[in-house]
């Protein structure tokens, strides 16, 4: 059994690109007309390597107009595009709440009423468990050096998370039985 790969997305070759990418930054500033007419002196200078672009992309099953993508690629792409290297954002620390916080948050959340707000909710389970909570928060701050108003927001948010996936687990539980009820 033979599975061809379909190509959805044609790109230009490093050496095509290098050369788009020169004439598009020369030519960046420039208004439509002059920006043609210098892209028409440019693909005339430039034959051998448009020819061996165009059957390279053809090639590859690329049935649109070549030098149209050539041209837009130049013009809307390349020309604005910054060759300053950007520094890759450094991802921050996981901050992992204890499991047995977390079986905590979903033991209440499932005896509560789901019809209050989440709010309303983490705030009792905040007043029923404040020591267990003031143990986490003294835990996660000590790991991670993070401030009290950080690991406080991480709290509210691992709690209203719970409270969402619990509540959606119930919405899909009570369709099933209702879809059910219908069948029979």
């Given at each position: 059994?033979?599975?061809?790969?379909?190509?959805?997305?044609?790109?230009?070759?490093?050496?095509?690109?290098?050369?788009?990418?020169?004439?598009?930054?020369?030519?960046?500033?420039?208004?439509?007309?002059?920006?043609?007419?210098?892209?028409?002196?440019?693909?005339?200078?430039?034959?051998?390597?448009?020819?061996?672009?165009?059957?390279?992309?053809?090639?590859?099953?690329?049935?649109?107009d070549v030098l149209q993508k050539m041209y837009r690629s130049?013009?809307?792409?390349?020309?604005?595009?910054?060759?300053?290297?950007?520094?890759?954002?450094?991802?921050?620390?996981?901050?992992?709440?204890?499991?047995?916080?977390?079986?905590?948050?979903?033991?209440?959340?499932?005896?509560?009423?789901?019809?209050?707000?989440?709010?309303?909710?983490?705030?009792?389970?905040?007043?029923?468990?404040?020591?267990?909570?003031?143990?986490?928060?003294?835990?996660?701050?000590?790991?991670?050096?993070?401030?009290?108003?950080?690991?406080?927001?991480?709290?509210?948010?691992?709690?209203?998370?719970?409270?969402?996936?619990?509540?959606?687990?119930?919405?899909?539980?009570?369709?099933?039985?209702?879809?059910?009820?219908?069948?029979?």
């Open positions: 059994m033979t599975t061809s790969n379909t190509v959805f997305r044609f790109k230009f070759t490093v050496e095509f690109n290098n050369e788009l990418l020169s004439f598009a930054k020369v030519h960046q500033y420039d208004d439509r007309p002059t920006y043609k007419e210098n892209w028409d002196k440019w693909l005339h200078a430039n034959e051998d390597i448009i020819i061996r672009e165009t059957l390279h992309l053809k090639s590859h099953g690329y049935d649109g130049g013009r809307y792409y390349f020309r604005n595009k910054s060759s300053i290297q950007q520094e890759p954002k450094q991802r921050r620390k996981y901050l992992s709440i204890d499991r047995n916080t977390i079986d905590m948050m979903d033991r209440t959340i499932m005896r509560q009423n789901i019809c209050l707000k989440p709010s309303i909710l983490y705030d009792q389970f905040c007043d029923e468990y404040s020591e267990v909570i003031q143990c986490e928060l003294d835990r996660m701050i000590h790991v991670t050096g993070l401030t009290k108003d950080d690991v406080r927001d991480k709290l509210k948010k691992t709690y209203k998370n719970r409270y969402f996936l619990f509540k959606n687990q119930s919405n899909k539980e009570e369709d099933t039985n209702q879809s059910n009820d219908i069948i029979k």
